[in-house]
């Protein structure tokens, strides 16, 4: 009997011969499906052989073997039919088969389908992985059983990508070594959003926190002198914890970069209070820099303020005092920047000596022509585009609301995905690569 490739390949070569050679298309998409025929019933073929030792495959105390019990199981070729001996304990209620186990099915799902399920579930909307895993892989999975399994796999993910990770050992000191930490709000159901203040008019809140790390380093400068990110060194930690337990999430990832074997590190942020105090218990040893484009959005409110909003005068004093910071002048702009608040309305004097505050807050981390000429970033760009596309773009769509232990399911798979250790924590934790240490044996 024909395989199903056989009968197709003959078809085509009928048809080339008799009607002359057409696009490939046609042919590579039937080849295709003639392929998964074949790979299922041969799949299949494999799963029922009698032959094969499956781990605790017998029978133990109290409990009664029922043989032969049919599953269909989802695979990346399709469904197979398998049938396997179920025990069932009385006392305890409590049934088993064994066959599923030492396949690592997930719910009637193959190892392989779920990977890529799970992965499609943290690139795009799960609606989006069901239609690419159709175009890409001929692979039938509906949008709600994408994120079925995603919520049933990210929890053990999470727990095992979470654990303190030893340095990757190396004679080779890193030269500059980068920490920067910045937060978003993701849409959340009502739920999760009880007795949460916000910023609504009525004070409640529409979103929850989630919290980024980023880790990155910088080996050498552009011809210009300007820093030159490591290409492909960032990774990325995300959670809802509160900013001391992040802290020490970030700080463990800094460690397994290599943060002991970097001669410089540097901490950048925004004036958020939670991000220098994390700053401080994790990396007190630190070049700490508030972010360059947050400081000067602060001196425009302060010149707006001064000068009125968006007249000649606050842009031509933004300008003086942009190039005075620069230049390491914070201390001779917080002093110019009090003699002039001493002559507004007590209203509008509360609201510059509040951004004034804010620069004396952070002044030793404003030193921006020392950085420059040490050749450091001054700004908090990484990780503020990882906030919109390590968080945003997947989290943040339209008509999406999360709880969230499901946000976090996601963000973990999203994290391995652009840390680039996705596939390496599946194969570890399924041990994919069997048949090839058995084939180099």
Same mark, same amino acid.
């Given at each position: 009997?024909?395989?199903?490739?056989?009968?197709?390949?003959?078809?085509?070569?009928?048809?080339?011969?008799?009607?002359?050679?057409?696009?490939?298309?046609?042919?590579?998409?039937?080849?295709?499906?003639?392929?998964?025929?074949?790979?299922?019933?041969?799949?299949?073929?494999?799963?029922?052989?009698?032959?094969?030792?499956?781990?605790?495959?017998?029978?133990?105390?109290?409990?009664?073997?029922?043989?032969?019990?049919?599953?269909?199981?989802?695979?990346?070729?399709?469904?197979?039919?398998?049938?396997?001996?179920?025990?069932?304990?009385?006392?305890?209620?409590?049934?088993?088969?064994?066959?599923?186990?030492?396949?690592?099915?997930?719910?009637?799902?193959?190892?392989?389908?779920?990977?890529?399920?799970?992965?499609?579930?943290?690139?795009?909307?799960?609606?989006?992985?069901?239609?690419?895993?159709?175009?890409?892989?001929?692979?039938?999975?509906?949008?709600?059983?994408?994120?079925?399994?995603?919520?049933?796999?990210?929890?053990?993910?999470?727990?095992?990508?979470?654990?303190?990770?030893?340095?990757?050992?190396?004679?080779?000191?890193?030269?500059?070594?980068?920490?920067?930490?910045?937060?978003?709000?993701?849409?959340?159901?009502?739920?999760?959003?009880?007795?949460?203040?916000?910023?609504?008019?009525?004070?409640?809140?529409?979103?929850?926190?989630?919290?980024?790390?980023?880790?990155?380093?910088?080996?050498?400068?552009?011809?210009?002198?300007?820093?030159?990110?490591?290409?492909?060194?960032?990774?990325?930690?995300?959670?809802?914890?509160?900013?001391?337990?992040?802290?020490?999430?970030?700080?463990?990832?800094?460690?397994?970069?290599?943060?002991?074997?970097?001669?410089?590190?540097?901490?950048?942020?925004?004036?958020?209070?939670?991000?220098?105090?994390?700053?401080?218990?994790?990396?007190?040893?630190?070049?700490?820099?508030?972010?360059? +484009?947050? !400081?000067?959005?602060?001196?425009?409110?302060? @010149? /707006?303020? #001064?000068?009125? &909003?968006?007249?000649?005068?606050?842009?031509?004093?933004?300008?003086?005092?942009?190039?005075?910071?620069?230049?390491?002048?914070?201390?001779?702009?917080?002093?110019?920047?009090?003699?002039?608040?001493?002559?507004?309305?007590?209203?509008?004097?509360?609201?510059?000596?509040?951004?004034?505050?804010?620069?004396?807050?952070?002044?030793?981390?404003?030193?921006?022509?020392?950085?420059?000429?040490?050749?450091?970033?001054?700004?908090?760009?990484?990780?503020?585009?990882?906030?919109?596309?390590?968080?945003?773009?997947?989290?943040?769509?339209?008509?999406?609301?999360?709880?969230?232990?499901?946000?976090?399911?996601?963000?973990?798979?999203?994290?391995?995905?652009?840390?680039?250790? +996705?596939? !390496?924590?599946?194969?570890?934790?399924?041990? @994919? /690569?069997? #048949?090839?240490? &058995?084939?180099?044996?």
């Amino acid at each position: 009997m024909l395989s199903e490739t056989q009968v197709f390949l003959n078809l085509a070569r009928q048809q080339w011969l008799t009607l002359g050679v057409k696009n490939l298309e046609a042919v590579e998409i039937g080849l295709r499906a003639a392929l998964l025929k074949d790979g299922r019933r041969l799949l299949e073929q494999l799963l029922n052989s009698p032959e094969f030792l499956v781990p605790q495959d017998q029978g133990q105390d109290g409990e009664k073997c029922h043989p032969h019990r049919t599953r269909e199981v989802k695979t990346v070729f399709g469904p197979v039919s398998i049938r396997r001996n179920y025990y069932y304990d009385p006392e305890s209620q409590a049934g088993r088969t064994p066959l599923d186990t030492a396949l690592g099915l997930v719910e009637g799902y193959s190892p392989g389908l779920v990977r890529l399920a799970c992965r499609a579930g943290a690139r795009d909307s799960f609606e989006q992985g069901q239609e690419d895993l159709r175009s890409y892989g001929s692979i039938d999975l509906p949008a709600r059983q994408i994120h079925r399994l995603v919520n049933r796999v990210g929890p053990a993910m999470r727990k095992q990508l979470e654990r303190p990770r030893p340095p990757v050992e190396s004679a080779t000191s890193i030269p500059t070594l980068y920490v920067s930490v910045d937060g978003t709000g993701v849409p959340m159901v009502a739920e999760e959003l009880e007795g949460r203040s916000g910023k609504q008019a009525d004070g409640s809140a529409k979103t929850r926190e989630v919290k980024l790390g980023c880790v990155f380093t910088q080996t050498c400068q552009a011809s210009d002198q300007l820093p030159l990110r490591d290409p492909q060194s960032t990774t990325f930690v995300a959670g809802f914890e509160i900013a001391t337990d992040f802290g020490t999430k970030v700080r463990q990832e800094a460690l397994s970069r290599g943060m002991a074997r970097a001669k410089t590190v540097v901490y950048l942020g925004d004036g958020a209070h939670w991000i220098w105090e994390l700053a401080r218990v994790n990396f007190p040893f630190a070049i700490m820099i508030l972010d360059l +484009f947050h !400081a000067l959005e602060h001196l425009q409110t302060l @010149t /707006d303020l #001064l000068h009125g &909003e968006k007249t000649p005068a606050s842009k031509a004093l933004w300008e003086q005092w942009r190039l005075e910071l620069l230049g390491d002048q914070v201390v001779a702009v917080i002093q110019k920047a009090r003699q002039q608040a001493a002559s507004l309305p007590e209203s509008q004097q509360k609201l510059a000596l509040s951004e004034i505050g804010y620069m004396e807050n952070n002044q030793t981390r404003m030193l921006y022509g020392t950085y420059r000429r040490q050749g450091l970033f001054y700004g908090s760009g990484v990780v503020e585009a990882g906030c919109k596309t390590v968080i945003g773009k997947r989290l943040k769509q339209s008509g999406m609301f999360w709880t969230v232990q499901g946000a976090e399911n996601v963000l973990i798979m999203r994290c391995a995905v652009y840390n680039r250790r +996705f596939d !390496a924590y599946w194969n570890a934790h399924h041990q @994919t /690569d069997y #048949l090839e240490m &058995e084939t180099a044996a």
